[in-house]
């Protein structure tokens, strides 16, 4: 069964850190392109990151350009975003997702981030 | 001030037929694939329908969609409660180098 498992969220102080992991089951993670979207309370949804297959590809929103960084380690079929210098918009469920734009789509039911002081 | 524009909401009764349109611009949807998401209340979003009409495994052919120009459109007929949820489109956009997503449709089943 295939199963993508969110953690690391949390409530945390505006310009603090927090890295969030997505663990992979039932699947080999380096066959696919992986995301993280997230969504504020009440609101749509926002893409945030995306990584390539072997990781020499990555692509983020510009609103996280230079605070969040997408990484993967495929030898332990997880999947990252290191957050740094919070700020309470950033405060949204983050899921982790494969393949948006596939037959092959998943998401994860995502790991709650709350920027406040 | 989603790149994507979608309607708030949209209702119909058992039975009918609706659609849910989604424009964009040739940066997304004029020059790549559509693709649609269910989100029920308190759920994560679920794939509907992939590369503008495609269906993955699964999901029932009361649901369609289409792509015209840098519009696209999801239709969903013999509209059940179930269908009650938020839906979303989304495409990549060339310009940001990123997946766009619409604000998102209200369907309410009266």
Redesign the interface.
């Not at chain 1, 749509?44 to 893409?47: A, T």
């Not at chain 1, 789509?105 to 995502?110: H, L, P, S």
């Given at each position: 069964e295939v199963q993508l498992v969110e953690s690391g969220g949390g409530l945390v102080q505006p310009g603090g850190s927090l890295r969030l992991s997505c663990v992979a089951s039932g699947f080999t993670l380096n066959s696919y392109w992986m995301?993280w979207?997230r969504q504020a309370p009440g609101k749509?949804?926002?893409?945030v990151?995306?990584i390539n297959q072997d990781g020499s590809k990555k692509?983020?929103?510009?609103s996280v350009k230079g605070r969040f960084t997408i990484s993967r380690d495929n030898a332990k079929n997880s999947l990252y975003l290191e957050m740094n210098s919070l700020r309470a918009e950033d405060t949204a469920v983050y899921?982790c997702a494969r393949a948006?734009?596939?037959?092959e789509?998943?998401?994860?039911?995502?790991t709650l981030v709350t920027v406040s002081s | 001030q989603s790149v994507l524009t979608q309607p708030p909401s949209a209702s119909g009764t058992p039975g009918q037929r609706v659609t849910i349109s989604c424009s964009g611009s040739s940066s997304n949807i004029g020059g790549n694939n559509v693709h649609w998401y269910q989100q029920l209340p308190g759920a994560a979003p679920k794939l509907l329908i992939y590369s503008n009409n495609q269906r993955p495994s699964g999901v029932p052919d009361r649901f369609s969609g289409s792509k015209s120009g840098t519009s696209a459109s999801l239709a969903i007929s013999g509209l059940q409660s179930e269908d009650e949820a938020d839906y979303y489109c989304a495409a990549w956009d060339d310009s940001l180098h990123g997946v766009v997503f619409g604000g998102g449709t209200k369907l309410t089943v009266l």
């Open positions: 995301h979207v749509g949804l926002e893409w990151a995306n692509y983020s929103v510009d899921y948006i734009g596939a037959a789509a998943y998401w994860g039911q995502g | -």
